[in-house]
């Protein structure tokens, strides 16, 4: 079955201590993509990644770091989460070219 | 001005109306658009492409006004199970997805 697996999909934190939330794709999609979801603000990019060894900034990338050492896996990580990074985030992959996104079912991070 | 606009509603509509959407976009070279859903804490998924000719699926149809630079939703006949948050998306020139905030839609018995 094509999909995008995210884990965990649920997770509360303390402030400062490094968390990294794992997403998979096995659908050979070129493109993948982090967002974050909070109320009233829609989805907003955090991080994308073109191709394997190429990733690049969204709208609001700050305490975030990523990685794609291989086309399948684009892990997000928080190196020192703080409360404000509290929210929904889903990974996304597609294809370069046609634009339609599979989505993760999407991690619910707490930081207190 | 945001790139992708949407009435954040909430749209409160009778079973069996039909009730339409509309997204505004300011990025005159978009090459794709999309219609997804999102229920309540869950992840967006593809609802419809939508094409220049315009396209229908069911009771859904889409249609794109690049002149105006608008596209829109139309669901008739509205199930219970419509209710959701309807979101819009347009690829820009490097193919990246531009997304709209959603339109929630509540269906009502």
């Known amino acids: 079955e094509a999909q995008v697996t995210q884990n965990p999909r649920y997770l509360i934190t303390v402030t400062g201590k490094k968390l990294t939330v794992t997403c998979s794709q096995n659908?050979?999609?070129?493109?993948m993509s982090w967002y974050r979801q909070d109320p009233g603000l829609g989805l907003r990019q955090i991080y994308y990644?073109?191709?394997?060894?190429?990733?690049d900034k969204g709208d609001v990338p700050e305490g975030y770091k990523v990685s794609r050492k291989e086309k399948r896996n684009f892990p997000l990580i928080l190196e020192s989460p703080s409360p404000n990074q509290t929210s929904l985030y889903f990974c996304?992959?597609?294809?370069?070219?046609?634009?339609?996104?599979?989505f993760g079912q999407g991690t619910r991070l707490t930081v207190v | 001005r945001k790139e992708v606009e949407q009435d954040p509603g909430p749209f409160n509509v009778p079973e069996g109306a039909t009730v339409a959407f509309n997204c505004t976009y300011s990025?005159?070279?978009?090459?794709?658009f999309f219609w997804y859903r999102q229920d309540c804490r869950k992840e967006p998924k593809l609802l419809m492409s939508?094409?220049?000719?315009?396209n229908e699926d069911g009771r859904f149809t889409a249609q794109l006004n690049r002149a105006s630079q608008y596209i829109s939703l139309l669901i008739r006949d509205s199930k219970l199970s419509d209710s959701a948050t309807y979101l819009c998306?347009?690829?820009?020139?490097?193919?990246?997805?531009?997304w709209g905030a959603g339109t929630k839609l509540i269906i009502k018995p």
């Open positions: 990025n005159s070279a978009s090459q794709s």
């Open positions: 659908m050979n999609h070129e493109y």
């Open positions: 998306a347009q690829t820009d020139s490097n193919y990246q997805l531009i």
């Open positions: 990644s073109m191709n394997v060894e190429v990733t």
């Open positions: 996304a992959s597609s294809l370069l070219t046609e634009g339609e996104a599979f």
């Open positions: 939508v094409y220049s000719s315009g």
